[in-house]
């Protein structure tokens, strides 16, 4: 049985996928990810899950976003340029980071 | 009782042998235990054991290191611990020495249950060591050790689950339980092996000097009240079932209960000729004078 294997480093921080483990039970597989996945990088908690019980959908089945044209989404209005604008900055630079992946930028 | 003994100079003749003699009991324990698991690496029955036990390797090598470092306060030097030293002036139970019938995984993994709980059993009776360096390396050690023990008792759980398995692990028992038990017997001192008058003195010292704080029958003890009914349980059967009664695990391991060759007294088995023969071989064949290091003390 496959577990997929997600790390992660610190408190707080997402779990990411880090590879899978071959085992017959959740408990076994949580003794070989710390071996494979937490013994060389700091880590703070693993998560196995059973490879069957991830759920997945594709690009063949749906019309993903991230395609199209967002200009009208750009914080013009806005001032960034202050403190309390955190947000809108983050917000722009996934904006600019979308069009360059598109290939726009 | 806390760390109060910072160096040998601190120490009389005597202590300074029930010192020595404890560390080769532990060091030479955990490095050829980690000699013979290596010899599974690419021959585990997945990936995954396999990485799992060359991790437990590697710990236990690391380990014997620690120790064989403490050692070196007494005079010794790493290369001839390891490399220089005669057959019999190894202190290891004869546990570790056992050679591995060709892929039999339960006799890896019921060796290494075995082990591990008497491992926890001598670590909480090091932790208040009065000798600071050996109370300083339990902690780090324990933290690996936690793991070692419970990736064993799952295995073993496991295999004790199928018809197959659990016939394998029977047979391991047999096989393994009496060397087992040299784990508990007594050290002849580092000069004289084989001279059995001073063994129990030198294992009273090392109670008494309070490097460690159980004694052997104490942790035999301990050991045999986990063991045997953790194997009672999943149906495998020790010779150690017969002796106990209404959970009394305090009984005398005679002589015929245990193996021609205990180990501790510096008599081994023959597999541990060819074990030692093997692993000295490339240090011999290019003459070296030193061992091998990547970090100047082990931490």
């Known amino acids: ?105 | 009782m806390s760390a109060t003994l910072e160096s040998p100079a601190d120490l009389d003749d005597e202590e300074r042998e029930a010192l020595e003699t404890l560390l080769k009991r532990l060091g030479d324990d955990e490095y050829v235990l980690a000699e013979r698991y290596t010899e599974w690496q690419v021959k585990a029955p997945t990936l995954e054991s396999d990485l799992a036990l060359a991790n437990n390797a590697q710990d236990e090598l690391g380990h014997a290191r620690l120790w064989y470092d403490v050692l070196e306060d007494l005079g010794y030097e790493e290369h001839e611990l390891v490399y220089e030293r005669e057959a019999d002036e190894w202190r290891h139970s004869t546990l570790v020495e056992r050679p591995f019938a060709e892929g039999d995984w339960a006799d890896a993994v019921l060796r290494h249950y075995l082990y591990d709980v008497a491992e926890d059993i001598r670590l909480d009776a090091l932790e208040g060591s009065s000798y600071a360096k050996i109370a300083d390396r339990v902690g780090k050690i324990r933290s690996e050790e936690e793991y070692h023990l419970e990736h064993a008792s799952n295995w073993v759980e496991r295999l004790a689950n199928g018809d197959e398995g659990a016939e394998r692990l029977q047979d391991a028992v047999d096989r393994l339980f009496p060397h087992a038990l040299t784990l508990f017997e007594p050290c002849a001192p580092a000069t004289g092996a084989g001279d059995a008058s001073g063994d129990e003195d030198v294992e009273e010292t090392i109670v008494s000097a309070g490097f460690r704080d159980a004694t052997l029958e104490e942790m035999r003890e301990g050991w045999l009240s986990t063991v045997v009914p953790f194997l009672d349980d999943l149906g495998l059967e020790t010779p150690a079932s017969e002796l106990v009664h209404f959970d009394e695990y305090e009984f005398d391991v005679t002589e015929d209960v245990l193996p021609d060759a205990v180990g501790r007294d510096g008599s081994h088995t023959d597999a541990w000729d060819d074990l030692r023969e093997e692993f000295t071989h490339t240090y011999r064949e290019l003459e070296r004078s030193e061992a091998t290091k990547i970090m100047d003390k082990p931490e």
């Open chain 1, 1 to 105: 049985m496959i577990w997929e294997v997600f790390r992660q480093e610190k408190q707080g921080d997402y779990h990411t996928h880090c590879g899978n483990v071959h085992a017959p039970d959740r408990e076994m597989a949580k003794q070989f990810a710390a071996i494979q996945h937490g013994r060389r990088k700091p880590t703070n908690s693993l998560w196995v899950v059973p490879k069957e019980e991830v759920g997945e959908t594709d690009a063949d089945d749906v019309a993903f976003g991230g395609t199209t044209d967002k200009a009208y989404r750009w914080a013009t209005a806005y001032n960034p340029d202050v403190d309390h604008a955190e947000e809108v900055v983050e917000s722009e630079g996934q904006q600019a980071e979308a069009e360059k992946q598109r290939g726009d930028a």
